[in-house]
């Protein structure tokens, strides 16, 4: 491919690496959901833990309310899957902790030395200390995250840290602001954010299409991207949930939700999979759907599952489709970048020798002309919507340019 941009610095991460999944304990089926991530996210819920007395630890591996933390992320590590654990700490004020400092930190320390690498049940990667911890006023949550981070150093150095969901501006309800982490930052490995591309507020909470430039979705990524390289270099960046509603239910006309709007299946579907390679783009290192199922209730975040009621939806076949084949692949470079007219992203694969594939398609338009810029076609498939679909093949050897539309196509090129 000629006259395009170089390839950005530094590597990006390789698609087995970065494809991950929202799940909650023994509701999330590792068997059903290994073929859409390689990484999961699970909710951990503090309480579970250590209930109304802080100040006892649990009996590891059991939480007090007895549910065996080594059987549920035993059977998520055995289907190949990186965990990350959120602890959940959201829901509880500072009162409820018998003595923040000590107790946090021994909590941490107690699972750090359990369930990190090389412990007793080696099954977890790291660590996100919140999750929407707004309710929770800064100084409080400081005290919990420098307790709970220092418990983890000490307890297993191998295990990696991450802040709650984290915006480059000030502390709001769902988030807090990156400036408050600076100066915990040697205890920091990773900065996480949770955007949604959310066109209207209450009462639709009507979501839009992810390239779309007059939402806060990839703009506010980037801020925090570019708060990372100012103050954080080094640091990963993950989005620890990204999504979109579909339901094929109508909500309660009588009740709060009356007036909400879904997105379709098959725009939940396309928009997640263009999100993966917009975010491959920027740099991120990680990024996570949310959520991984849903009882088709038409409500918000009720209805974001990439199943229903545990049977896949479009979104599921689709992320399958990608990650089977960009496993070995990553982002390379942008060749077209623009809403206006079209994308075309290059990724390299991990073996030398193989193919390259790019990546085209169109933010809303259903057919527009991409030029390939002399690039030989071995063979394309458009991303598909059911596990049944026949594989549709939009390019033939010799051509030049690829017809592409809001669905994705894949071509491999030499």
Request: aromatic share 12%.
């Given at each position: 491919?000629?006259?395009?941009?170089?390839?950005?610095?530094?590597?990006?991460?390789?698609?087995?690496?970065?494809?991950?999944?929202?799940?909650?304990?023994?509701?999330?089926?590792?068997?059903?959901?290994?073929?859409?991530?390689?990484?999961?996210?699970d909710?951990?819920?503090?309480?579970?833990?250590?209930?109304?007395?802080?100040?006892?630890?649990?009996?590891?591996?059991?939480?007090?309310?007895?549910?065996?933390?080594?059987?549920?992320?035993?059977?998520?590590?055995?289907?190949?899957?990186?965990?990350?654990?959120c602890?959940?700490?959201?829901?509880?004020?500072?009162?409820?902790?018998?003595?923040?400092?000590?107790?946090?930190?021994?909590?941490?320390?107690?699972?750090?030395?359990n369930?990190?690498?090389?412990?007793?049940?080696?099954?977890?990667?790291?660590?996100?200390?919140?999750?929407?911890?707004?309710?929770?006023?800064?100084?409080?949550?400081?005290?919990?995250f420098?307790?709970?981070?220092?418990?983890?150093?000490?307890?297993?150095?191998?295990?990696?840290?991450?802040?709650?969901?984290?915006?480059?501006?000030?502390?709001?309800?769902?988030?807090?602001?990156?400036?408050?982490?600076?100066?915990?930052?040697?205890?920091?490995?990773?900065?996480?954010?949770?955007?949604?591309?959310?066109?209207?507020?209450w009462?639709?909470?009507?979501?839009?299409?992810?390239?779309?430039?007059?939402?806060?979705?990839?703009?506010?990524?980037?801020?925090?991207?570019?708060?990372?390289?100012?103050?954080?270099?080094?640091?990963?960046?993950?989005?620890?949930?990204?999504?979109?509603?579909?339901?094929t239910?109508?909500?309660?006309?009588?009740?709060?939700?009356?007036?909400?709007?879904?997105?379709?299946?098959?725009?939940q579907?396309?928009?997640?999979?263009?999100?993966?390679?917009?975010?491959?783009?920027?740099?991120i290192?990680?990024?996570?759907?949310?959520?991984?199922?849903?009882?088709?209730?038409?409500?918000?975040?009720?209805?974001?599952?990439?199943?229903?009621n545990?049977?896949?939806?479009?979104?599921?076949?689709?992320?399958?489709?990608?990650?089977?084949?960009?496993?070995?692949?990553?982002?390379?470079?942008?060749?077209?970048?623009?809403?206006?007219?079209?994308?075309?992203?290059?990724?390299?694969?991990?073996?030398?020798?193989a193919?390259?594939?790019?990546?085209?398609?169109?933010?809303?338009r259903?057919?527009?002309?991409?030029?390939?810029?002399?690039?030989?076609?071995?063979?394309?498939?458009?991303?598909?919507?059911?596990?049944?679909?026949?594989?549709?093949?939009?390019?033939?050897?010799?051509?030049?340019?690829?017809?592409a539309?809001?669905?994705?196509?894949?071509?491999?090129?030499?």
């Amino acid at each position: 491919l000629a006259h395009s941009a170089p390839a950005q610095s530094p590597q990006r991460p390789l698609f087995r690496d970065f494809v991950g999944l929202c799940g909650h304990t023994v509701q999330f089926k590792p068997e059903l959901y290994q073929p859409v991530c390689r990484v999961v996210r699970d909710y951990h819920p503090v309480r579970w833990d250590l209930d109304k007395d802080t100040s006892v630890m649990p009996e590891w591996p059991f939480a007090k309310n007895r549910v065996s933390w080594e059987k549920v992320y035993r059977s998520w590590h055995d289907e190949g899957l990186s965990i990350s654990v959120c602890l959940i700490f959201d829901d509880m004020k500072g009162e409820d902790w018998k003595d923040i400092e000590r107790d946090a930190r021994a909590y941490a320390k107690g699972f750090a030395e359990n369930f990190g690498p090389g412990g007793k049940y080696p099954f977890v990667d790291c660590v996100e200390i919140g999750n929407e911890p707004g309710h929770i006023d800064d100084a409080t949550y400081l005290r919990i995250f420098k307790a709970m981070a220092a418990g983890i150093r000490e307890g297993n150095p191998r295990l990696k840290i991450a802040t709650c969901n984290t915006e480059a501006g000030g502390s709001d309800r769902y988030w807090k602001g990156a400036d408050i982490f600076t100066p915990q930052m040697p205890l920091i490995d990773v900065l996480r954010i949770h955007r949604y591309a959310i066109k209207d507020g209450w009462p639709t909470w009507r979501r839009s299409y992810p390239e779309d430039s007059t939402v806060p979705y990839l703009s506010r990524i980037q801020d925090m991207i570019d708060w990372r390289d100012a103050h954080a270099i080094g640091r990963e960046m993950w989005v620890s949930e990204f999504g979109w509603d579909c339901s094929t239910q109508k909500p309660d006309p009588k009740g709060d939700m009356a007036k909400f709007i879904t997105c379709t299946d098959e725009e939940q579907a396309m928009w997640l999979v263009r999100s993966y390679f917009l975010f491959a783009e920027m740099g991120i290192d990680k990024a996570f759907v949310y959520f991984f199922n849903d009882e088709d209730k038409p409500a918000f975040h009720a209805c974001s599952g990439l199943t229903r009621n545990f049977q896949p939806k479009p979104g599921y076949h689709a992320i399958a489709w990608m990650l089977r084949h960009l496993a070995d692949y990553r982002f390379s470079r942008a060749i077209l970048k623009s809403e206006k007219d079209g994308y075309l992203f290059e990724f390299a694969p991990e073996k030398p020798g193989a193919p390259s594939i790019l990546a085209a398609w169109h933010a809303t338009r259903e057919e527009v002309l991409l030029n390939l810029e002399g690039a030989t076609v071995g063979r394309s498939e458009r991303m598909p919507l059911t596990a049944e679909a026949k594989v549709e093949s939009p390019l033939k050897s010799g051509d030049t340019a690829v017809a592409a539309g809001t669905l994705p196509i894949l071509i491999w090129v030499n």
